[in-house]
């Protein structure tokens, strides 16, 4: 900055004539910050200047840092729930107002069908995906949470009393009907076998229980977690049992919109993500909502406190194949 913008320049008058207006200008508000130029303070009062100017932009940056965002999914038992009264529930959601919290920003929530959310995020519409299964494909898609925050036993569902030829090869139930949900990631070998399958798909998991239950389809492909807790409200649960083996075991992230814009935003979630993991706060809270934190996510091994917990719905299942994400 030119030394002329300062009231005290010198002896021409004609540069104190122009720079007058600038000078009574910062003689004041130094002078309301208890700050006066004075001749042999030149070189300070410039600088105090620029810090002062500086404070907004300062001031700015920081408040740049912090933002609304915008966390979508569909309804996931125990994960991501809106209640009767509106409140927001689920382990997903306690996850995310703590991250948000410690990252100075604040969070809202929005249920959609699930490819409806996936396609939020994918656009950059939403910040923040609740819950979604690795694969190779969502790799391209979505910057997920280095740690997942919960596992799902993939499985089929069947009414009682029917046989499907299911013992954990595809081959073999490939004229079988299957309802699947659009937009579910069932695994790597059901995603290889799925062209060779009769599938039907279904935009809520709701209409491939209701597509079982009447006949209308012979399997249900779904995880066990959801699907649980949906077939316990409905009047002939009864008529429904999982299959075992199970498809797969798959565990489940936070995603953010790939690209330059929500990398930092990414990168400090799973920071403070990993945090939580280390201290063994997040094995207490999936303990307490009832669902199985992966082991990778309970490194300090208090996983056994959420697995507990959790084995209501992660019943043994004999030679289940697995699927590491």
């Known amino acids: ?44 009062s410039a600088l105090k200047h620029l810090l002062f100017a500086c404070l907004p932009i300062l001031g700015a940056a920081q408040s740049a840092t912090a933002a609304e965002r915008l966390a979508v999914g569909a309804r996931f038992d125990r994960i991501f729930e809106q209640g ?8 997903g959601v306690d996850v995310l107002r703590t991250l948000a919290a410690r990252a100075g920003d604040t969070v809202r929530f929005g249920i959609y069908p699930w490819a409806r959310a996936q396609a939020m ?26 740690l997942p925050f919960y596992r ?31 937009g579910w990631h069932y695994g790597a070998r059901f995603d290889q076998a799925r062209p060779r399958l ?6 809520q998991l709701e209409h491939g229980v209701q597509m079982l239950m009447h006949g209308r389809v012979d399997l ?49 979630y799973s920071a403070l993500f990993t945090e939580m993991v280390r201290s063994g706060e997040f094995a207490r809270l999936a303990a307490r909502h009832g669902v199985l934190a992966p082991a990778g996510a309970a490194a300090d091994g208090r996983s056994r406190e959420a697995g507990a917990s959790a084995a209501a719905y992660n019943k043994p299942c004999p030679a289940a194949p697995s699927n590491p994400p």
């Open 1 to 44: 900055m030119h030394l002329s913008h300062f009231s005290y320049f010198g002896n021409n008058p004609a540069k104190r004539r122009r720079s007058e207006p600038a000078s009574n200008f910062l003689y004041g508000t130094h002078a309301r910050l208890g700050v006066i130029d004075r001749p042999g303070n030149l070189f300070m």
């Open 84 to 91: 009767a009264d509106g409140q927001w529930r689920g382990l």
């Open 121 to 146: 995020v994918q656009r950059a519409q939403a910040d923040i995906l609740i819950g979604p299964y690795k694969s190779p494909e969502r790799d391209k898609q979505y910057a997920f949470v280095e």
């Open 152 to 182: 799902d036993r993939m499985v089929f569902y069947t009414r009682n009393g029917a046989n499907p030829p299911w013992r954990g090869e595809f081959g073999p139930i490939a004229a079988t009907r299957i309802a699947a949900v659009r």
């Open 198 to 203: 009769n599938i039907s798909e279904v935009n």
């Open 220 to 268: 249900l492909a779904t995880n066990e977690r959801n699907n649980a807790a949906l077939i316990g409200t409905l009047r002939d649960s009864g008529r429904l049992a999982a299959l075992c083996p199970a498809i797969a075991q798959l565990d489940g992230y936070l995603a953010f919109p790939r690209g330059a814009g929500f990398a930092a935003a990414r990168d400090q």
